[in-house]
């Protein structure tokens, strides 16, 4: 199911950024119309064996609504690469360390603090 998701994702930000390239966008370049994140029209068939299937888009358009709709596709699209996921790991075990040498560095400060320092 995520990489189902994953793929419409990338369809949807790939139609936004560049329109509907072949017929096989219409339906998708349909739901962003209908959706608001785009403006444009398109044609539906009236024809008997595929009724309802988008023949045409005309004047597809990202608005300001689909802009944010694309940077937010953009950014789940990113979080679920694997670099990002490594770079997530990076960073919580840099603050990790960086915790443990603080806390090291601080309790070694006081015991030689408490060495020198007359008593």
Known sequence: MTAIRSLYKKEYARILEHGPSSESDFALARELIDAGFADGKYQVSKGRDDRGRVAHVLGFQINTKGRVFLDELCSAIEKET????????????????SALVIGLVSGLGVEILKAYLPK
């Open 82 to 97: 694997w670099a990002h996921r490594l770079k997530m790991v990076g960073v919580w075990s840099f603050g990790v360390v």
